[in-house]
């Protein structure tokens, strides 16, 4: 039996190398990796949020400064190479404001540079250099004045510059070009300056590439984020995961009453899935979301749930609701990643972007929320004519993606969403309360942007039906399940032996009379049972329940219902209901 107080404490929220080894906290040791990383002179290096990037730098950062004194039970402890110390200037442009201020022109970055000239000064001193003469010169600066300066003495030796999540201040504003365009003369101005540094070193970490900046200009700076040789620089193995939490696999499992190797096949379905390489050849975990899983076993003595921790981290549902409305995706965007129809060449995701051209899936690729799948059967030698389907990596990111797709899609701006709208859905299914179903299903209609359907056709009804389904716990939810017959729109799998197969009608426009709602409930019931929708799930035990739902284009809400309750053969029972479209005069409250 595993003793919990025989576990060391994960470093979650601590990305201080040496507060991590004084601490006694877990880490996995990657410093092997780190010794290639460091014989390049200047990288860079693209990872999504809450990867180990800052730890990364502070690693770096300790070695060149202290060699590898604070190295102790790692594998660079008697490989590093380095005799000489050196200043190690590290910098993260997430201490630099760069939200805009009220009153503030929107192409006024002057708080801007006084807080890179603030974070900059404060980098220097930590650097070993004399705090009264960085405050001399940052006196009555400009940017450009108070760099000149700091090229006095920086040339005077050998510097390595670190600088952690350098497109932070660009991607905040993908909504505004002229924001963007001020923000990035700045940063022009500054790396214009770096590059004319004596350095030992230089690793630059982010995300984005943005073409309007001139980090990326010239061939000095190598990217090594798609390299295979440091694909696994940041995240974890499947070996390592298996290696080095080992005791906490063991503990984890023995609370959940499962075998190791269910809970790893829980974990990978869950956490698994991220792909960094061109050759495709690592997938890995990602860190927080390891290690929040594992430090739940401190927590308390119960089973540790399953959560989706990576994309509940601060900040990532805001970012990605920001590239949405940056990029505006309908719902066919949805159904390309789920159908594995997401294909990316390599320039897509190692060249650098401009504003104007910035790209939905490229963008979530880079940002994680999408990852590399497989590689395509090359058709030549270059490297740049490699193709990538790209698509969720693992439930994690999907489900906590989709709902906040949904949120974007109905304008759910709440801190919860959509999900007691969705709780309630999933309870009038349970209740085989079809009415009430149909009428939440309006609300959210009812909520649904204009311009996100095509055309507004049968199949984004389906689509955004799947979709709502599909974020209810504990439902199995498949969309156009076929037989030797035809296909079903969509079927509902519930926690207990019951299945509800859905086949949906739409009105034409101008038509929503009575009768030809009724129509289309008698076109859609002959159709599910001529076609034999759902028969797969009763040879298996399961009680099939139908249900049909016309859906008036005039209204762009569901207007009419049937269940169908197929006992036996030859015995079908039905129900029909109508549905008055709902607006913000006659909505309707539900309690369940």
Not at 189 to 212: A, P
Not at 485 to 506: A, C, H, M, Q, W
Request: glycine share 4%; net charge negative; with cysteine.
């Amino acid at each position: 039996m595993i003793d919990i107080r025989a576990l060391k404490t994960m470093p979650l929220g601590q990305s201080e190398w040496s507060s991590i080894q004084a601490d006694g906290l877990f880490f996995v040791d990657k410093t092997p990796l780190i010794l290639d990383l460091v014989k390049k002179p200047k990288v860079f290096l693209s990872r999504p949020r809450r990867y180990g990037k800052t730890l990364l730098l502070s690693m770096i950062e300790d070695l060149f400064k202290n060699g590898t004194q604070n190295f102790q039970n790692t594998a660079i402890r008697d490989q590093w190479p380095e005799r000489e110390r050196y200043p190690v200037v590290r910098l993260s442009f997430i201490n630099v404001p760069y939200a805009q201020e009220a009153g503030q022109a929107v192409d006024d970055v002057a708080s801007f540079e006084a807080g890179l000239i603030e974070e900059l000064s404060r980098a220097y001193q930590r650097a070993g250099f004399a705090p009264e003469e960085i405050d001399a010169y940052k006196k009555d600066a400009t940017l450009h004045g108070f760099l000149s300066k700091l090229s006095n003495f920086s040339n005077q030796q050998r510097l390595v510059f670190l600088i952690d999540e350098w497109d932070v201040p660009l991607s905040a504003h993908l909504d505004n070009e002229v924001r963007f365009d001020a923000l990035r003369r700045s940063l022009n101005v500054f790396y214009n300056w770096l590059r004319t540094l004596n350095l030992r070193f230089l690793l630059v970490t982010g995300i984005m590439r943005y073409k309007e900046t001139n980090l990326f200009t010239g061939r000095d700076i190598v990217d090594l984020s798609m390299h295979p040789k440091f694909s696994a620089l940041l995240g974890y193995t499947q070996q390592e995961l298996e290696h080095d939490f080992v005791d906490y696999l063991e503990l984890a499992a023995q609370r959940h009453h499962m075998s190791k190797a269910e809970l790893l096949q829980q974990l990978k379905f869950y956490y698994n899935g991220f792909c960094f390489d061109e050759d495709v050849s690592v997938k890995l975990y990602c860190p927080w979301a390891i290690n929040s899983f594992f430090e739940q076993l401190h927590d308390s003595d119960k089973a540790p749930p399953f959560r989706c921790f990576w994309m509940n981290a601060v900040g990532e549902p805001k970012s990605l609701r920001t590239f949405m409305e940056r990029v505006q995706p309908n719902l066919a965007v949805l159904d390309e990643i789920k159908n594995k129809q997401v294909m990316l060449g390599r320039p897509d995701l190692i060249n650098p972007t401009l504003f104007s051209k910035v790209e939905f899936f490229p963008l979530l690729t880079l940002n994680g929320y999408l990852t590399i799948q497989e590689a395509v059967e090359p058709v030549s030698d270059n490297p740049d004519d490699r193709l990538f389907v790209c698509g969720f990596p693992n439930y994690e990111v999907k489900v906590e993606f989709e709902r906040e797709f949904l949120n974007y899609l109905t304008k759910s701006n709440s801190a919860t969403g959509n999900k007691p709208l969705l709780t309630r859905i999933a309870q009038s299914l349970l209740n085989q309360d079809i009415s009430t179903f149909c009428n939440l299903l309006n609300e959210l209609f009812r909520s649904w942007r204009y311009d996100s359907s095509q055309n507004n056709i049968e199949v984004d009804y389906r689509s955004f039906i799947t979709l709502c389904l599909a974020l209810c716990d504990k439902f199995m939810v498949r969309e156009e399940t076929g037989n030797n017959k035809g296909r079903s729109d969509i079927e509902v799998e519930l926690p207990n032996t019951n299945v509800y197969v859905f086949e949906l009608k739409r009105l034409a426009e101008g038509k929503n009379a009575p009768e030809e709602q009724q129509e289309m409930l008698d076109a859609g019931q002959k159709q599910m049972l001529s076609q034999g929708y759902g028969v797969n799930h009763a040879t298996h035990g399961k009680h099939v329940t139908g249900v049909v739902i016309v859906i008036s284009t005039d209204e762009r809400q569901i207007v009419a219902w049937r269940l169908i309750d197929k006992h036996i053969e030859n015995d079908t029972h039905s129900i029909d209901g109508t549905i008055q479209p709902t607006n913000l005069l006659n909505k309707v409250e539900f309690t369940l």
